[in-house]
């Protein structure tokens, strides 16, 4: 037999174990040839011998599903499994009982209680979903040939993985796989913590503030006895010992202060003529010259000019003295910065809360301006201190009293540094930083404007706007205030969102100006260190959405020569490890929490992946138009007692939600993902806006997500659906649906026909589709539905592998009392989009939900939807909620209700037979002489609709006609309007003229085209192409999200794939509908969008990485073979459902040609200096 290759979650957990079943067989028998078989010479499996055995098992007239059964279905032998001594081919009992009796016998035995082969299984009706999956006709011709005691053994002491489709399994007998990999998981995860107790420094450190706890208060009482010694032993007076040794590690890697400041115990404050003498002394020592730690054993034994060397542990350079230096031990272990680490950007998104410069919690706003202040921001930036230090201590000479030294040590002036950075922090001037740096027109003007557009649906999307300033190349000196322009003619357009933003030069000048304010110039480096700062922030701020800063973006450029803090006297070891944590602690703790804490930062729905930043007033001001808006569209504000009456009696809460910029006006979405908490007696408020005292709990009430709970109903209403599919009219969900209705519609269209006749095409969308759903009459539309009594949920998981580890995902599959268990419902629960992965039923209590539970979930969701916007709820009274599990399914039953009582009665009655051929103005390019042997016939039309928008085609312009205006009309019991700016048609009416301006789109030589849910569909032959016109007003790079991090070439050569992948749908490339010259051209438009985002993307990544030419060929070459493997897959293995099968008729290398033609048409034109 070929040898198949195994999933990967198998070859993780078991390797070379998991082979197919056939090969599994031939593997326990004993393959010997003997006169003696118990088959009495009619031969058996085991008496065929070593080469028949295989010609036995698999013959040639085999069915195709017993084949993929011995081929695909992968077995994994228990550890414990005895041995099979002998073999008998003979079948006694019949397959059905067999299954039964030994599932049956499996749950006897104790030792075999968690077999899934045993779970679900009903002993009164003896049948489970399993028992229907063993006893397939396939499974029955494999116990003919190989009998009963080798199927029971297979049963009994094997894991059995069958096939599904889409490249995933199904286990179905043997240990739950999903248990092993738990174990497994707890074994790491204790070893893990074993080595953590064996390597302390790598667990997190606790901050210094903490309680103590009884053995650091022991610690800081030897702590102290050891200060009072070395203060009797030299002539450094006690502040300066204070002042030196702020820190102090001992053997157990843990930090305490001075004898001067405990860290345990009540502090007590010093009087203020102590602080002033104190502040006098410190301020006399400080100086800004640095040399290295000095160490000593008495006043009369100075060691001078000796250097810390960093590649001996940085031990102090005083060999003959048993003495160390604390302000080296400092710098004892400091922990490198990983290069791959990244800066945390999600912080910075969807922020309302208002505060000073940075968020409230930020550390900054916690600290004095004062050494224990200072030496918690050393903390924070610079990690952990010393370990591992067993010999006597000895504190910096700094002061200016000795006559030795005249500078401070390098510790001792970055605390320094820091205090005067925490000062700054305290006084800086930010909101008059930020008026000078992001000045932005107020809102406030022309509300009427911004008004009728605001939360407006989809209209005139059309209509562009001016191009912002172009953003590239930015320099420091390019950082300037840049004030947008508010002429009287372009005002106008600037109380719009999508005009009122922020441009990222202008945020970037405003970081730089509040890095120039607060942090001192030391810590900032040479003024030539400024230019690679500000560069490094911008290529931080203009990130697209999904896109990572790594620590090595941060360093991109930065020299330690920049940094005079640094001299030569120390290793460049220390200096290099001091540098990076600096700068990553600017970028990740400064710079982000500052933009987040004055920006609100989102995407736009035009601009894809990038990202815009709007001033917090700015922003507010937008949400209260948008809340002016919600209150004129039928929403209610609710106060605090009516949200939490209406969430008291119910498991879910209400849902956030947040705006999107759109080209005019923005969009609302509900995020119905999120569990909530709600305070029991504080105000509802977002959490950034209500003062709680500090450390006070507060009492919440928990409440799951929106989503989670009407997971059930989705599940009831998918059945439904799938048992009644007229119920959703002309719904289709994807390109599979189109496909399948689509292809058998014109192949009778081209075979009714002896000349192919003219067709009228329609295409519109439903104005406010979500929006405008009368919700009563919804509730009667589902009121029909035949609800069973109640419904049984089981839970399955899913194994599935990820680059680094095995997920295992939970789902609940659909049963009823009334229905046999189906397999369908097994294989039905698997995610369509889920990654390759073996499903595992679980042996769990099925949970009972009655019909009256789910009646009243869906009740709630519909009539008494809850909103949050900003600090204000609202109840929803018109509409569905967005972004709900159910929402398209509520909205594809309630317009295909619609459809089924209005719509198609209507469109039966505008296709009446003609008594002769309809003349010339029927068609678009044809004459009537054309048609002059035809007589009679009926029109023909198909009607689809992918949520709200629809499309009709027609071989009648008298129906075509009729329904177009039955359409503009609208249908006033379902609340249910079409956009005007939506209409597209390909033919005139002498009534209303003028109309699809928006969906028509003309090319050069005269053919036109109508665009519908991403497709591009010829008005006269009806073939289809992909739409990229959405690519011509936005640029193509904001589409893209490069990968830094990990191996930037691999996950390149991945991009190029997931490029293609969409475009590889056989209603491309199959020629029932298309000619072979549009075949071609799909092939090559796809070639070349992929080209130029291949462009793009090394674009930006040549800052950091730059590959080989032979490495970009074996990319693009890549691409080439995969298009070519997915088209021919899909291609050949769609299911239509009916009689007709898709033809390819296209080569390999056809092609490959097109795919290089189109490369390199692209890459002549954008000449890049990456490639």
């Given at each position: 037999?070929?040898?198949?290759r195994?999933?990967?979650?198998?070859?993780?957990?078991?390797?070379?174990?998991?082979?197919?079943?056939?090969?599994?067989?031939?593997?326990?028998i004993?393959?010997?040839?003997?006169?003696?078989?118990?088959?009495?010479?009619?031969?058996?499996?085991?008496?065929?011998?070593?080469?028949?055995?295989?010609s036995?098992?698999?013959?040639?007239?085999?069915?195709?599903?017993?084949?993929?059964?011995?081929?695909?279905?992968?077995?994994?032998?228990?550890?414990?499994a005895?041995?099979?001594?002998?073999?008998?081919?003979?079948?006694?009992?019949?397959?059905?009982?067999?299954?039964?009796?030994?599932?049956?016998?499996?749950?006897?035995?104790?030792?075999?209680?968690?077999?899934?082969?045993?779970?679900?299984?009903?002993?009164?009706?003896?049948?489970?979903?399993?028992?229907?999956?063993?006893?397939?006709?396939?499974?029955?011709?494999?116990?003919?040939r190989?009998?009963?005691?080798?199927?029971?053994?297979l049963?009994?002491?094997?894991?059995?993985?069958?096939?599904?489709?889409r490249?995933?399994?199904?286990?179905?007998?043997?240990?739950?796989?999903?248990?092993?990999?738990?174990?497994?998981?707890?074994?790491?995860?204790?070893?893990?913590?074993?080595?953590?107790?064996?390597?302390?420094?790598?667990?997190?450190?606790?901050?210094?503030?903490?309680?103590?706890?009884?053995?650091?208060?022991?610690?800081?009482?030897?702590?102290?006895?050891?200060?009072?010694?070395?203060?009797?032993?030299?002539?450094?007076?006690?502040?300066?010992?204070?002042?030196?040794?702020?820190?102090?590690?001992?053997?157990?890697?843990?930090?305490?202060?001075?004898?001067h400041?405990?860290?345990?115990?009540?502090?007590?404050?010093?009087?203020?003529?102590?602080?002033?003498?104190?502040?006098?002394?410190?301020?006399?020592?400080?100086?800004?010259?640095?040399?290295?730690?000095?160490?000593?054993?008495?006043?009369?034994?100075?060691?001078?000019?000796?250097?810390?060397?960093?590649?001996?542990?940085?031990?102090?350079?005083l060999?003959?003295?048993?003495?160390?230096?604390?302000?080296?031990?400092?710098?004892?272990?400091?922990?490198?910065?990983?290069?791959d680490?990244?800066?945390?950007?999600?912080?910075?998104f969807?922020?309302?809360?208002?505060s000073?410069v940075?968020?409230?919690?930020?550390?900054?706003?916690?600290?004095?301006?004062?050494?224990?202040?200072?030496?918690?921001?050393?903390?924070?930036?610079?990690?952990?201190?010393?370990?591992?230090?067993t010999?006597?201590v000895?504190?910096?000479?700094?002061?200016?009293?000795?006559?030795?030294?005249?500078?401070?040590?390098?510790y001792?002036?970055?605390?320094?540094?820091?205090?005067?950075?925490?000062?700054?922090?305290?006084?800086?001037?930010?909101?008059?930083?930020?008026?000078?740096?992001?000045?932005?027109?107020?809102?406030d003007?022309?509300?009427?404007?911004?008004?009728?557009?605001?939360?407006?649906?989809?209209k005139?999307?059309?209509?562009?706007?001016?191009?912002?300033?172009?953003?590239?190349?930015?320099?420091?000196?390019?950082?300037?205030?840049?004030?947008?322009?508010?002429?009287?003619?372009?005002?106008?357009?600037?109380?719009?969102?999508?005009?009122?933003?922020?441009?990222?030069?202008?945020?970037?000048?405003?970081?730089?100006?509040?890095?120039?304010?607060?942090?001192?110039?030391?810590?900032?480096g040479?003024?030539?260190?400024w230019?690679?700062?500000?560069?490094?922030?911008?290529?931080?701020?203009?990130?697209?959405?999904?896109?990572?800063?790594?620590?090595?973006?941060?360093?991109?450029?930065?020299?330690?020569?920049?940094?005079?803090?640094?001299?030569?006297?120390?290793?460049?070891?220390?200096?290099?490890?001091?540098?990076?944590?600096?700068?990553?602690?600017?970028?990740?703790?400064?710079?982000?929490?500052?933009?987040?804490?004055?920006?609100?930062?989102?995407?736009?729905?035009?601009e894809?992946?990038?990202?815009?930043?709007?001033?917090?007033?700015?922003?507010?001001?937008?949400?209260?138009?948008?809340?002016?808006?919600l209150?004129?569209?039928g929403?209610?504000?609710?106060?605090?007692?009516?949200?939490?009456?209406?969430?008291?009696?119910?498991?879910?809460?209400?849902?956030?939600?947040?705006?999107?910029?759109?080209?005019?006006?923005?969009?609302?979405?509900?995020n119905?993902?999120?569990?909530?908490?709600?305070?029991?007696?504080?105000?509802?408020?977002?959490?950034?806006?209500?003062?709680?005292?500090?450390?006070?709990?507060?009492?919440?009430?928990?409440?799951?997500?929106?989503?989670?709970?009407?997971?059930?109903?989705?599940?009831?209403?998918?059945?439904?659906?799938?048992?009644?599919?007229?119920?959703?009219?002309?719904?289709?969900?994807?390109?599979?649906?189109?496909?399948?209705?689509?292809?058998?519609?014109?192949?009778?269209?081209?075979?009714?026909?002896?000349?192919?006749?003219?067709?009228?095409?329609?295409?519109?969308?439903?104005?406010?589709?979500?929006?405008?759903?009368?919700?009563?009459?919804?509730?009667?539309?589902?009121?029909?539905?035949?609800?069973?009594?109640?419904?049984?949920?089981?839970?399955?998981?899913?194994?599935?592998?990820?680059?680094?580890?095995?997920?295992?995902?939970?789902?609940?599959?659909?049963?009823?009392?009334?229905?046999?268990?189906?397999?369908?419902?097994?294989?039905?629960?698997?995610?369509?989009?889920?990654?390759?992965?073996?499903?595992?039923?679980?042996?769990?209590?099925?949970?009972?939900?009655?019909?009256?539970?789910?009646?009243?979930?869906?009740?709630?969701?519909?009539?008494?939807?809850?909103?949050?916007?900003g600090?204000?709820?609202?109840?929803?009274?018109?509409?569905?909620?967005?972004?709900?599990?159910?929402?398209?399914?509520?909205?594809?039953?309630?317009?295909?209700?619609?459809?089924?009582?209005?719509?198609?009665?209507?469109?039966?009655?505008?296709?009446?037979?003609?008594?002769?051929?309809?003349?010339?103005?029927?068609?678009?390019?044809?004459?009537?002489?054309?048609?002059?042997?035809?007589?009679?016939?009926?029109?023909?039309?198909?009607?689809?609709?992918?949520?709200?928008?629809?499309?009709?085609?027609?071989?009648?312009?008298?129906?075509?006609?009729?329904?177009?205006?039955?359409?503009?009309?609208?249908?006033?019991?379902?609340?249910?309007?079409?956009?005007?700016?939506?209409?597209?048609?390909?033919?005139?009416?002498?009534?209303?003229p003028?109309?699809?301006?928006?969906?028509?789109?003309?090319?050069?030589?005269?053919?036109?085209?109508?665009?519908?849910?991403?497709?591009?569909?010829?008005?006269?032959?009806?073939?289809?192409?992909?739409?990229?016109?959405?690519?011509?007003?936005?640029?193509?790079?904001?589409?893209?999200?490069?990968?830094?991090?990990?191996?930037?070439?691999?996950?390149?050569?991945?991009?190029?794939c997931?490029?293609?992948?969409?475009?590889?749908?056989?209603?491309?490339?199959?020629?029932?509908?298309?000619?072979?010259v549009?075949?071609?051209?799909?092939?090559?438009?796809?070639?070349?969008?992929?080209?130029?985002k291949?462009?793009?993307?090394?674009?930006?990544?040549?800052?950091?990485?730059?590959?080989?030419?032979?490495?970009?060929?074996?990319?693009?070459?890549?691409?080439?073979?995969y298009?070519?493997?997915?088209?021919?897959?899909?291609?050949?293995?769609?299911?239509?459902?009916?009689?007709?099968?898709?033809?390819?008729?296209?080569?390999?290398?056809?092609?490959?040609?097109?795919?290089?033609?189109?490369?390199?048409?692209?890459?002549?034109?954008?000449?890049?200096?990456?490639?």
């Amino acid at each position: 037999m070929k040898k198949r290759r195994v999933p990967e979650v198998l070859w993780r957990l078991f390797h070379n174990r998991a082979r197919t079943l056939g090969d599994t067989i031939l593997s326990l028998i004993p393959l010997k040839t003997s006169p003696n078989c118990s088959c009495k010479g009619r031969r058996c499996l085991g008496c065929v011998g070593e080469d028949g055995a295989t010609s036995f098992l698999l013959r040639e007239k085999d069915p195709d599903d017993y084949r993929k059964l011995l081929n695909h279905c992968f077995v994994v032998v228990s550890d414990h499994a005895p041995l099979l001594r002998s073999y008998d081919p003979h079948c006694r009992w019949p397959h059905l009982e067999l299954v039964r009796r030994t599932i049956e016998m499996t749950i006897s035995e104790q030792c075999s209680s968690s077999d899934i082969i045993s779970f679900g299984y009903d002993k009164m009706s003896r049948f489970s979903d399993t028992v229907e999956l063993l006893t397939s006709p396939s499974w029955s011709l494999l116990l003919k040939r190989i009998g009963d005691v080798l199927m029971v053994y297979l049963l009994k002491n094997t894991s059995i993985f069958l096939r599904l489709p889409r490249n995933k399994h199904h286990q179905v007998a043997g240990v739950p796989i999903s248990d092993l990999c738990l174990k497994s998981h707890l074994h790491i995860s204790a070893a893990t913590y074993k080595s953590s107790l064996l390597h302390p420094e790598s667990r997190k450190k606790r901050s210094v503030d903490e309680v103590c706890s009884p053995t650091r208060k022991k610690m800081c009482i030897r702590k102290k006895c050891v200060m009072e010694k070395l203060s009797t032993e030299t002539t450094v007076s006690a502040e300066a010992n204070s002042a030196c040794c702020e820190l102090l590690p001992s053997s157990e890697g843990q930090c305490y202060s001075n004898t001067h400041t405990p860290s345990c115990g009540k502090r007590k404050r010093q009087y203020k003529w102590q602080r002033q003498r104190k502040l006098r002394q410190l301020k006399a020592r400080e100086t800004h010259f640095l040399i290295p730690c000095l160490n000593f054993n008495s006043k009369d034994n100075w060691s001078v000019n000796l250097k810390c060397d960093v590649s001996l542990n940085l031990r102090p350079p005083l060999e003959k003295a048993n003495a160390w230096c604390s302000c080296c031990l400092v710098f004892e272990t400091l922990p490198e910065v990983k290069k791959d680490i990244q800066i945390n950007r999600q912080t910075m998104f969807y922020k309302l809360e208002s505060s000073s410069v940075f968020p409230s919690k930020h550390i900054l706003n916690s600290l004095k301006p004062n050494s224990s202040g200072a030496t918690r921001l050393f903390k924070e930036i610079f990690g952990s201190l010393g370990v591992n230090v067993t010999t006597q201590v000895a504190p910096c000479v700094h002061s200016s009293n000795c006559n030795l030294v005249t500078s401070s040590c390098l510790y001792h002036s970055i605390i320094k540094l820091l205090k005067s950075l925490i000062r700054k922090a305290h006084q800086c001037q930010h909101l008059r930083l930020l008026k000078k740096h992001c000045s932005a027109p107020s809102l406030d003007q022309g509300t009427k404007s911004i008004t009728a557009v605001i939360l407006e649906g989809n209209k005139s999307e059309a209509s562009m706007f001016a191009n912002d300033c172009p953003e590239s190349g930015l320099a420091h000196s390019d950082f300037k205030s840049e004030n947008c322009n508010t002429t009287p003619e372009s005002q106008s357009s600037l109380l719009e969102p999508t005009k009122c933003y922020c441009l990222k030069k202008q945020v970037v000048s405003f970081v730089w100006a509040v890095c120039r304010s607060i942090i001192p110039i030391d810590l900032l480096g040479t003024p030539s260190n400024w230019r690679v700062l500000t560069n490094n922030m911008y290529k931080l701020v203009k990130l697209r959405r999904f896109e990572k800063f790594t620590s090595k973006q941060c360093m991109r450029k930065v020299k330690l020569a920049s940094y005079p803090l640094l001299s030569d006297e120390y290793s460049f070891l220390l200096k290099h490890k001091l540098l990076e944590r600096w700068i990553f602690w600017l970028f990740s703790s400064f710079v982000v929490p500052l933009v987040q804490a004055n920006f609100y930062v989102t995407e736009a729905e035009h601009e894809k992946q990038d990202i815009f930043y709007y001033r917090k007033p700015t922003w507010e001001n937008i949400i209260s138009k948008a809340v002016t808006c919600l209150r004129d569209q039928g929403y209610k504000e609710l106060t605090a007692a009516s949200v939490r009456k209406i969430i008291r009696s119910r498991s879910f809460g209400f849902s956030k939600v947040r705006l999107l910029p759109k080209r005019r006006g923005v969009r609302m979405l509900a995020n119905l993902k999120a569990s909530l908490k709600l305070p029991v007696n504080h105000p509802l408020q977002p959490r950034g806006q209500r003062k709680i005292g500090p450390g006070r709990n507060v009492k919440c009430h928990s409440y799951k997500s929106v989503n989670e709970v009407l997971k059930d109903l989705h599940l009831v209403l998918k059945h439904i659906v799938a048992k009644e599919p007229e119920r959703l009219g002309s719904s289709v969900f994807d390109y599979n649906d189109v496909y399948k209705r689509l292809v058998p519609f014109l192949s009778n269209l081209k075979s009714g026909f002896s000349v192919e006749p003219g067709v009228f095409i329609i295409v519109s969308d439903v104005e406010r589709a979500f929006d405008s759903v009368d919700q009563d009459k919804l509730l009667s539309v589902l009121g029909d539905l035949n609800l069973e009594d109640e419904y049984i949920f089981s839970k399955v998981v899913q194994v599935v592998c990820t680059k680094k580890s095995l997920r295992i995902p939970q789902t609940w599959t659909l049963g009823s009392k009334k229905n046999v268990p189906n397999p369908a419902n097994v294989r039905s629960c698997l995610p369509t989009h889920s990654l390759r992965g073996i499903l595992v039923k679980q042996q769990v209590q099925g949970r009972k939900v009655r019909k009256e539970q789910l009646q009243n979930d869906l009740k709630e969701h519909i009539k008494r939807n809850v909103l949050q916007l900003g600090i204000k709820f609202f109840l929803q009274s018109v509409g569905i909620p967005q972004g709900s599990v159910l929402s398209s399914l509520l909205c594809s039953l309630y317009y295909g209700h619609l459809e089924n009582s209005v719509i198609f009665p209507f469109l039966e009655k505008a296709c009446k037979p003609a008594p002769a051929f309809p003349s010339e103005e029927s068609f678009l390019d044809d004459t009537a002489a054309r048609y002059n042997h035809l007589v009679t016939y009926k029109s023909k039309y198909l009607l689809l609709r992918y949520i709200d928008d629809l499309l009709f085609i027609s071989t009648s312009k008298e129906q075509a006609s009729k329904f177009l205006s039955r359409l503009q009309r609208g249908f006033r019991s379902y609340n249910c309007n079409m956009n005007e700016q939506k209409f597209g048609t390909n033919f005139q009416m002498n009534i209303l003229p003028g109309l699809g301006s928006d969906r028509l789109y003309m090319v050069e030589d005269g053919t036109s085209f109508l665009r519908w849910s991403g497709l591009f569909i010829n008005c006269s032959t009806l073939e289809i192409q992909a739409d990229y016109t959405r690519y011509l007003n936005s640029p193509l790079s904001s589409a893209l999200t490069v990968g830094w991090l990990n191996k930037p070439g691999r996950d390149l050569k991945a991009k190029l794939c997931c490029y293609l992948r969409p475009k590889c749908h056989p209603i491309f490339y199959d020629s029932n509908i298309n000619s072979a010259v549009v075949v071609r051209l799909n092939i090559y438009q796809a070639f070349l969008l992929c080209g130029m985002k291949f462009h793009c993307y090394i674009s930006d990544l040549s800052c950091l990485y730059r590959f080989s030419t032979k490495f970009y060929a074996d990319a693009l070459g890549k691409s080439l073979r995969y298009m070519n493997k997915l088209i021919k897959k899909r291609m050949f293995s769609f299911k239509t459902g009916s009689d007709f099968r898709p033809i390819l008729q296209v080569g390999k290398g056809e092609i490959e040609w097109l795919g290089l033609t189109a490369y390199i048409q692209v890459l002549k034109r954008k000449q890049s200096s990456a490639l």
